[in-house]
T-cell receptor, first 118, second 116 residues
Framework: AQTVTQSQPEMSVQEAETVTLSCTYDTSENNYYLFWYKQPPSRQMILVIRQEAYKQQNATENRFSVNFQKAAKSFSLKISDSQLGDTAMYFCAFMKVNSGGGADGLTFGKGTHLIIQP | DTEVTQTPKHLVMGMTNKKSLKCEQHMGHRAMYWYKQKAKKPPELMFVYSYEKLSINESVPSRFSPECPNSSLLNLHLHALQPEDSALYLC???????????????FGDGTRLSIL
């Protein structure tokens, strides 16, 4: 079984600042995917960014980027030029590659509540 | 608007009632999921339906039963629920293939379930 740990229950930064959310995980799997999801008060779970474990290059999506350290089992999310609309709960999630193809469920961390102050 | 549609958005039911939650996607995805999310907690996987095979989280009680009438629909039948089953129920879908680009799960808006 795998576990995902987010050690920051809540963070607050000023608008336009850069913020980094931390995530560590534990697994014996070698092939897996990592994701950051955002859940605003509207409750919809929105994919922010994803990383394939076999790729060494860190994923980026506009203002969002990750620092993926496979040996350390670390997967942090950096948000640049933060905006008020970034206020939400952020979940780090792990999914192993299903050996027979198909699909597997996500294992989530406990989440970090990010507040962007005007 | 989400590409995964869940109905109803809210449901209040008594412990003796039988009800169903509905989830539909039209993205041609081959895998669909049900998650349960309690307040201020992360989602927890309940079921995965992928390539016509059902996988069950063993901790899920039998009062929850999934049904997949076709590849775009995944229902969750509820019977004799308990107050602790009150939660947000999220449905998701994904391509379900080997390619990592197909793996991200797309979530619906959820059904807020309250058990009286």
């Amino acid at each position: 079984a795998q576990t995902v740990t987010q050690s920051q229950p809540e963070m607050s930064v000023q608008e336009a600042e850069t913020v980094t959310l931390s995530c560590t995980y534990d697994t014996s799997e070698n092939n897996y995917y990592l994701f950051w999801y955002k859940q605003p008060p509207s409750r919809q779970m929105i994919l922010v960014i994803r990383q394939e474990a076999y790729k060494q290059q860190n994923a980026t999506e506009n203002r969002f980027s990750v620092n993926f350290q496979k040996a350390a089992k670390s997967f942090s999310l950096k948000i640049s030029d933060s905006q008020l609309g970034d206020t939400a709960m952020y979940f780090c999630a792990f999914m192993k590659v299903n050996s027979g193809g198909g699909a597997d469920g996500l294992t989530f961390g406990k989440g970090t509540h990010l507040i962007i102050q005007p | 608007d989400t590409e995964v549609t869940q109905t109803p958005k809210h449901l209040v039911m008594g412990m003796t009632n039988k009800k169903s939650l509905k989830c539909e996607q039209h993205m041609g995805h081959r895998a669909m999921y049900w998650y349960k999310q309690k307040a201020k907690k992360p989602p927890e996987l309940m079921f995965v339906y992928s390539y016509e095979k059902l996988s069950i989280n063993e901790s899920v009680p039998s009062r929850f039963s999934p049904e997949c009438p076709n590849s775009s629909l995944l229902n969750l039948h509820l019977h004799a629920l308990q107050p602790e089953d009150s939660a947000l129920y999220l449905c998701a879908s994904s391509q379900g293939g080997w390619d990592g680009r197909n793996q991200p799960q797309h979530f619906g808006d959820g059904t807020r379930l309250s058990i009286l």
